[in-house]
């Protein structure tokens, strides 16, 4: 099993930046990448961003790219630099992990608690 632990949430205004965080522990040799998702209520959650814990390659969605980036400093920590935040970014937050990376991201095979991010206008 794999347990996810992010953090780093608040709450901007538009054009701020925040950087979440999320550490991985438990069986994380089963890992292909980590990434965030995201999801505002009434709404299905939606990729971010996501990065393979060999190699780095990287994946966005199409409404953060150029805005936020995300890195790692191993195969169990990786991190979510959000810049020039939007009103529309407001959203609850979830570290993802998964066995497997798509063109559409990394695989949701294990979740986080989520971290709430607020940007106001």
């Known amino acids: 099993q794999v347990q996810l632990v992010g953090s780093g949430g608040g709450s901007v205004q538009a054009g701020g930046s925040l950087r979440l965080s999320c550490a991985a522990s438990?069986?994380?040799?089963?890992?292909?990448?980590m990434g965030w998702a995201r999801q505002v209520p009434g709404k299905e959650r939606e990729a971010v961003a996501g990065?393979?814990?060999?190699?780095?390659?990287t994946y966005y969605a199409d409404s953060v790219k150029g805005r936020f980036t995300i890195s790692r400093d191993n195969a169990k920590t990786v991190y979510l630099q959000m810049t020039s935040l939007k009103p529309e970014d407001t959203a609850m937050y979830y570290c993802?992990?998964?066995?497997?990376?798509?063109?559409?991201?990394?695989?949701?095979?294990?979740w986080g608690q989520g971290t709430q991010v607020t940007v106001s206008s």
């Open positions: 438990g069986a994380t040799y089963r890992l292909f990448c």
């Open positions: 990065i393979s814990s060999v190699g780095g390659r």
């Open positions: 993802v992990a998964g066995l497997s990376m798509s063109d559409g991201g990394c695989a949701r095979n294990y």
